[in-house]
Nanobody
Framework: QVQLVESGGGLVQPGGSLRLSCAAS????????MGWYRQAPGKQRELVAV???????NYANSVKGRFTISRDNAKNTVDLQMNSLKPDDTAVYYC????????WGQGTQVTVSS
């Protein structure tokens, strides 16, 4: 059974940092490009960062220079380090393959507010 479990969200002040983690099970994790997505209230889900199976990252322009995606194929995890957070980063964050082929997990809420 495929499971994608996100963790690490919370409430943080503007300019702060958070590190999100996603644990994947039931999939051949190492062969997939993996992505972090987010969905803000009233908006569509968007891809913010993706990392290839070989570890090459790419970022949405809105987070470039502030977020860093990484993966550990031995542990089947993909992380998102988020620095210099802004109120516009407030959303529920999800992980999935880059072509979002699996059922979405519950996500983790990130709220950036003073």
């Amino acid at each position: 059974q495929v499971q994608l479990v996100e963790s690490g969200g919370g409430l943080v002040q503007p300019g702060g940092s958070l590190r999100l983690s996603c644990a994947a099970s039931g999939i051949r994790f190492s062969i997939y490009a993996m992505g972090w997505y987010r969905q803000a209230p009233g908006k569509q889900r968007e891809l913010v960062a993706v990392i290839s199976s070989g570890g090459t990252p790419n970022y949405a322009n809105s987070v470039k220079g502030r977020f860093t995606i990484s993966r550990d194929n031995a542990k089947n995890t993909v992380d998102l380090q988020m620095n210099s957070l802004k109120p516009d980063d407030t959303a529920v964050y999800y992980c999935n393959t880059a072509d979002y082929r699996y059922t979405w997990g519950q996500g983790t809420q990130v709220t950036v507010s003073s």
